[in-house]
């Protein structure tokens, strides 16, 4: 494979989805190819079980498997044909996003999202991930002034603690993947950390 995976991660309301257009134009300016996507979806069978993931009450095994059902396929059709032609494919969330909300927040044991990463993902990993941080509250803030709720974002500040928490500790675990951002900061402060760490790729 020669291309390269970008994933952008981060809880509801981090802002993370905000850059995607910047990122596009700057490794577009740098003649590559760039696929954006995002989890769960990616492909009509993904956006079908997007919008069960996200409206349906289910067990959060059953959202586990159901969100390695959407990333099979979107590997298979979208991910890997991409990087193999030399795309930069850029994906708003992947597998971070279940250690962060169905582990993290909800308790699904690590261990059986390690195996349904190892037999969805085998070697493939995203090159780098761009992690939105911003405190619970500022989340929370943001959220509730842009939008009615999906089912993830209508849960209360101890989930998004949980999931904040999750998601710096994967950063933590994988150091060299992962690149954290102060989503906190004024936008044109935030928007000049992501374009310097994509002008590194
Ligand atoms: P999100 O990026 O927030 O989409 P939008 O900005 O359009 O609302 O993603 C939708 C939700 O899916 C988000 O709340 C997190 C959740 N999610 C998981 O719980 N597990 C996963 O593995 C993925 C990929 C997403």
Redesign the pocket.
């Known amino acids: 494979m020669t291309g390269k995976f970008i994933t952008l991660e981060g809880m ?1 309301g981090a802002g ?2 905000t850059h995607i257009p910047s990122i596009i134009e700057a490794l577009q300016a740098r003649g590559y190819e760039v696929v954006s996507t ?3 979806g990616g492909t009509p069978l993904g956006e079908r079980l ?1 919008e069960l ?2 409206h349906e009450p289910m067990h959060a095994e059953t ?2 498997l159901l ?1 390695f059902a959407a ?1 099979r396929e979107h590997i298979a059709n979208v991910i890997e044909p991409a990087l193999v032609r030399g795309a930069y494919v850029l994906s ?4 971070d ?2 250690y ?3 582990c993290g927040a909800k308790g699904v044991a690590a261990s059986k999202i390690q195996m349904l990463e190892q037999w969805v993902q085998a070697d493939l990993q995203p090159d780098i991930t761009l992690l939105f941080d911003v405190p619970v509250e500022v989340s929370m803030q943001r959220l509730s002034a842009a939008r009615t709720p ?4 209508r849960e209360a500040a101890d989930f998004f603690t949980r999931i904040r928490y999750a998601y710096l500790q994967r950063a933590q675990q994988n150091p060299a993947r992962f690149r954290i951002i102060d989503a906190n900061m004024p936008l044109g402060i935030v928007d000049k950390s992501v374009k310097d760490i994509i002008a590194t790729l």
């Open positions: 509801d993370k989805s995002r989890e769960p997007r993931l996200l959202e586990t969100m990333r708003d969330r992947f597998t996003a279940t962060a909300y169905q999906d089912k993830f974002e």
